[in-house]
């Protein structure tokens, strides 16, 4: 019981033997071309850095139909333009194109895929593709790339200056504790509406609530009025 809860706990370095995980430099993300990217191809990077384990890329077999079941979207033309996108903005390559069974000997393959930032197979150098490529002026895309530079702009500008756009926002209070709360007989809930009484603070003393010791000694006084003759 103990080692199945504490199997994938990272070790002194930092690193896990049972846990891996998709790397995505901060090179690729604060590019022009992944701020370009829509929110599809975007997942759809990860989704093939997902299927990297090191040594297949240029193997990363993924169609548009499984990309789009990966995706969580049902419609295959958008799957379809988020690979394009990806092959256009060079984060990806294709390696080898879609097989489909012919004879009963055969195997049917999807797409096959390199990703541009890694090695390839046959010792093939990554080309860092997307580094040098832009969409083009007055499209979605290059809108959608200037507002993410400059978000990131201003991120890193309140960043270096220690002064967060969170902390430093007009529609939050001094941070610091909290005032005591105010007393309920300061509310200023009641009115005419509910009667305006104020709350008790306190329940008073009442015979009902005192209970009386029954033993063998004691006695029950009971207040019987009197009848007459």
């Known amino acids: 019981m103990g080692k199945s809860r504490h199997r994938n706990r990272p070790d002194a370095t930092g690193r896990s033997n049972n846990s891996r995980f998709v790397r995505l430099d901060h090179s690729i993300l604060t590019s022009n071309a992944y701020r370009s990217l829509s929110p599809n191809a975007r997942a759809l990077l990860v989704e093939l850095v997902m299927i990297y384990n090191g040594e297949n890329n240029g193997s990363l077999y993924l169609s548009v139909r499984d990309g789009a079941h990966r995706l969580g979207v049902a419609d295959l033309t958008a799957a379809s333009r988020a690979f394009d996108d990806l092959v256009a903005l060079g984060f990806i390559e ?101 009667g305006g009484f104020q709350p008790k603070p306190h329940i008073p003393d009442s015979a009902t609530h005192i209970a009386t010791t029954m033993g063998s000694g004691a006695r029950c006084k009971l207040n019987k009025s009197p009848r007459g003759g």
């Open 94 to 194: 294709l390696a080898q194109e879609a097989h489909f069974r012919v004879k009963a000997s055969e195997a049917s393959r999807a797409r096959c895929w390199r990703l541009t930032w890694l090695p390839g197979p046959g010792r093939k150098a990554p080309s860092w593709e997307f580094q040098e490529r832009e969409p083009d002026p007055q499209t979605p895309a290059r809108k959608r790339m200037e507002r993410g530079q400059r978000a990131l702009k201003a991120y890193r500008k309140a960043r270096d200056g220690n002064r967060l756009p969170v902390l430093d926002c007009d529609t939050l209070d001094h941070l610091g504790p909290d005032p005591a709360p105010g007393a309920v007989l300061d509310s200023d809930t009641p009115d005419k509406k509910n």
